[in-house]
């Protein structure tokens, strides 16, 4: 299974790796690191449909079921 949001979409990504030299990295290569996602495993009541998933989300996309709701959230996300 890949380590993405379903509901953000978000996954890893490779960003430059940063010495803990003064000098950034432009001077001090140290090649590329794979940033992860930070994704947690959360169990959600949705009261609509009256059932418990469990999903593994980004913690964005937690803030956003909080914000919006769980079932609009996630029946735009296509997983309702």
Request: charged fraction near 20%.
């Amino acid at each position: 299974m890949a380590k993405i949001c379903p509901i953000t979409n978000k996954g890893s990504k490779v960003a430059g790796g940063y010495s803990n030299r003064i000098r950034a990295t432009k001077y001090n290569p140290t090649g590329n690191v794979r940033k992860q996602v930070n994704l947690q495993k959360k169990r959600i009541f949705v009261p609509e449909i009256n059932k418990t998933l469990t999903l593994t989300l980004s913690t964005q996309a937690l803030k956003t079921i909080t914000k919006r709701g769980a079932y609009q959230t996630l029946k735009k996300a296509g997983l309702v």
